[in-house]
């Protein structure tokens, strides 16, 4: 299935850490971008992270320097560190696939509760 699967989701307290996956069965070549996307209640979508094909990795500035976006890419899976969560993280977090010519693939989200 070419759908993006995500999973790592759960709740942490303030401080601590999850790390997020995304596994898609479409080929790294295909694909010019992995991006984490993440949506509150009440909110907008607003893009977490993203890392191109060519290892171009860029972050929300709410995130720089505490959240790391990484791939394997023999498992097709990327990843998203978060440390350091703060109960703002709070939301469901997507992960989309972005290809050059069949375009973009969205995973159904995974929930990741911050709080005491």
């Known amino acids: 299935q070419v759908q993006p699967v995500e999973s790592g989701g759960g709740l942490v307290q303030p401080g601590g850490s999850l790390r997020l996956s995304c596994a898609t069965s479409?080929?790294?070549?295909?694909?010019?971008?992995m991006r984490w996307y993440r949506q509150a209640p009440g909110k907008q979508r607003e893009l977490v992270a993203s890392i191109t094909n060519g290892g171009r990795l860029n972050y929300a500035d709410s995130v720089k320097g505490r959240f790391t976006i990484s791939r394997d890419n023999a498992k097709n899976t990327v990843y998203l560190q978060m440390n350091s969560l703060k109960p703002e993280d709070t939301a469901v977090y997507y992960c989309n696939a972005e290809t050059y010519g069949s375009g973009a693939y969205w995973g159904q989200g995974t929930q990741v509760t911050v709080s005491s």
């Open positions: 479409i080929s790294r070549f295909s694909i010019s971008a």
